[in-house]
């Protein structure tokens, strides 16, 4: 007993107690579930919005769905925190565009500031493996995934994005890395005679199984965390849909969807000190899927790791015979809305925030997708109640009256 009592005793010593009250900005209502943590754990708000937290920490973050990123320090007067709500709104930012001089990004905070779009995606790293600014991830600089980067003042874009109270997303491509995985082949994925594997694209993929790969990701996520960006958004966070790949372990379906599972926690880990929500792109099918597709994605399983799911819910993705109709591509709305209906017995929808699309109908239609088929999208999303959505633009080129 005495050595229980001089444990409780020097924990006391070691860690102080710090409550409070978290409650929307805009309604003053407590907000349950909140997530209020230091660098090392976390605990929940309850249905009053009270909490409290031991630790031994100064700095801490709140995180809720459907709210901005807030973060405290103990030393403040401060009990009752109010978080501001937001529907994320967003327009991605191509690598290319990223650079804080090119008419690409000028254009979109031209649309920023005359519209309702207030958040923006961009690559920080892209598909082949490259990071939009030099990062201090020391790997994938020794691999000159820094050399054709766009962007030469991060701190400087970071500063124009905050000055608008614009929600910054950082898209970092997981598992496809063309310079990850050809500077490290011997955890890239191999093909079936063992050599390295590329796929269409001639790119080559690193084995989402491996704990260097994982970690080589994460160090770029967590300089992006580090620069100020309120959320990670992975994509390619899946295994290639294709047969006879070579991986360090079985390739079974449980064993895909505890890998992507154990990358996500992994990351929430070590992100958590930043206070950044963790997003992950999915195919739109897999709203409909009963299995992982071979891919190790589910909504089931991501939505118990991920705080938000995208799915890319693209009407030209869907085929012919999809939602009952010859042509998804003709009912943006159909194909948006039901998408999210049909999936909110997983997940609640103010947890989804599904990619909409802004690209030309590639289907045998070829039907131009202008400002009445985004809006029919946007309308989708909105009735369905989702937290918002984000608008792909292969080229980043946007229409300021289609967000008005």
Known sequence: MKKIALFIFLNALLYASFSGTIIDKKTSKPIYKAMIMDSTHFVKSNKNGKFKILSSEKKYHIKAYGYRPFAFNSDSNTTIFKLEPIRVKALYLTFWGASNHSKTLKNMLKIIDNSKINSVVVDVKNEYGSTMYLTSCKKANACGA?????????????????KRKVYTIARIVAFKDEIQA??????AIKNEKGKLWRNSDNMAWVDPFSKKAQNYILDIAEDAAKVGFDEINFDYIRFPAKANLRFSKLNTQKNRIEAIGDFIDLAKKRLRKYGVFISVNIYGNVCWSKDDNNIGQTIQSLAKHADYLAPMLYPSSFASGSFNLKYPSNHPYIVVYRSIKHIQNKIDSSRVRPWIQYFKDYTKRRRNYKRFEVREQIRGADNANTNGWMVWSPSSRYHLNYFR
Do not use: A, V
């Open 146 to 162: 820094q050399e054709q980067r766009t962007n030469r003042n991060i701190q400087k874009f970071m500063k124009m994005m905050k």
């Open 182 to 187: 050809s500077h490290n082949p011997y955890y």
